[in-house]
């Protein structure tokens, strides 16, 4: 080989979508998702795999603000209980026509307005009337939100700890609103009694079950995306920003709006999940806005790895198991339960399920499948005819 010839290149390329590795995850992923759980699961279980699907989008959308932006908000619930709130709002509405509330004293109204006194449909209330409104709402509303606080904190330079403990006083002065609101909002109960969505009753097992399909199906597109920003120059700049940000913002790179950008879209993820959510449930309160349920939802990412795509799902379905039958077992201890597991993965495992896999299981199949192609070899090399000597 000459000193100018180069050797060739990978066809996987660092650049490329995704990995062989990566496609192999995903596959994973969507063959339990799609396949396995509606094939092994009754109607009451699959709609509860459902639920913690929903959590899922918000742990997906941590990994790129937390993971490779290095910005852990702790008010994630606030987009999540947006996003319910707006489409809970439109069903709300459906079911309140004036023939299924002609008991009331103010027909046409959602009952809770019309036990505190209210006699007209406030006027924020009226364009949810519309599901295409609902539906743009469920994205621009958490998009305008996050743009606020976003903008307000990063344009300041407020980071690490105290953009942490910003999130979560929002989440908190969020949840007080709601609750005091009582006759505009359903207050601690939220908007319950949820029936149909443009006539079709999703109080079925068989609505649920389309509705879990819908569900993973938007979960499987946002991990694309998810990974599509990962793999892009924008993921790269995150990355760069989350270890030096000063040098990345020497480097002539407006820190700030990268900044606010992963955060709205962090927002829109966990929007979409509370969306899915109230159509899954049939409900949506002020107890999925907190403080509590944000906190949970970074132990998700953490358990699951929180610069994993893929393991931001597996964190989120393993905790929700491991908190379902706890809290089934040991309902008073099931949050003592929920924060050893915490500990105990950050301290014993700080990469999540993603790292145990990368650094004990994965090198067992790469040695593993290594192992197999070298005796191929031998095989194949034991099967060929002599070679004739040279003359």
């Keep these: 080989m000459t000193s100018n010839s180069r050797p060739k290149l990978s066809p996987v390329k660092d650049s490329a979508f995704m990995t062989r590795r990566e496609w192999i995850a995903f596959l994973a992923v969507a063959a339990v998702i799609l396949v396995a759980f509606p094939a092994l699961l009754d109607a009451f279980r699959l709609n509860l795999v459902g639920k913690y699907l929903t959590y899922a989008f918000v742990a997906l959308g941590l990994v ?13 619930g606030v987009f ?48 949810f009337h519309s599901l295409s ?39 908190a002065i969020l949840t007080i ?13 939220g908007i319950t009694d949820l029936r149909t969505l443009k006539g079709w009753d999703i109080r079925t097992d068989h609505a649920k079950e389309i509705l879990y399909f819908l569900n993973a199906g938007l979960l499987m597109a946002c991990m694309l995306f998810a990974q599509f920003i990962k793999r892009s120059k924008y993921g790269r700049v995150l990355i760069a920003m989350r270890g030096k940000e000063d040098r990345v913002r020497f480097s ?20 979409i999940g509370g969306a899915m959510f109230t159509l899954q449930v049939g409900f949506m309160s002020p107890s999925f806005v907190g403080i509590v349920p944000s906190i949970e939802m970074v132990i998700y990412t953490a358990v699951g790895g929180r610069e994993s795509i893929f393991g931001a799902i597996w964190g989120t379905l393993l905790v929700n198991f491991a908190k379902t039958s706890f ?3 040991f309902p008073e201890l099931w949050l003592f339960g929920l924060g050893a597991l915490y500990i105990g993965v950050v301290m014993a495992f700080p990469d999540g399920l993603a790292g145990l896999w990368n650094t004990y299981v994965q090198p067992l199949f790469d040695r593993l499948l290594t192992g197999r192609q070298a005796s191929s070899a031998s095989r194949d090399n034991a099967s060929l005819p002599p070679k004739a000597p040279a003359e």
């Design 327 to 329: 809290s089934e077992s």
């Design 252 to 271: 002539g790179y407006n820190v700030a709006n990268f900044k606010i950008f992963v955060f709205c879209l962090a927002a829109v993820f966990a929007a």
């Design 177 to 189: 609103l709601i609750v005091g609101q009582q006759g505009y909002t359903g207050g601690i109960n």
């Design 64 to 76: 790129l603000c937390w993971g490779y932006g290095g910005i852990l908000s702790l008010g994630q």
């Design 80 to 127: 999540f209980g947006i996003g319910g709130y707006c489409i809970a709002m439109f069903l709300k509405l459906e079911a309140s026509n004036p023939e299924a509330t002609k008991i009331q004293s103010t027909p046409g109204i959602p009952d809770f307005m019309d036990w505190n006194q209210i006699t007209a449909l406030p006027w924020f209330w009226r364009p």
């Design 133 to 171: 409104f609902a539906i743009i709402a469920v994205i621009a509303a958490p998009v305008i939100t996050a743009l606020i606080v976003g903008a307000a904190m990063f344009k300041r330079r407020v980071g690490g700890v105290y953009f942490a403990i910003i999130t979560q006083a929002i989440a």
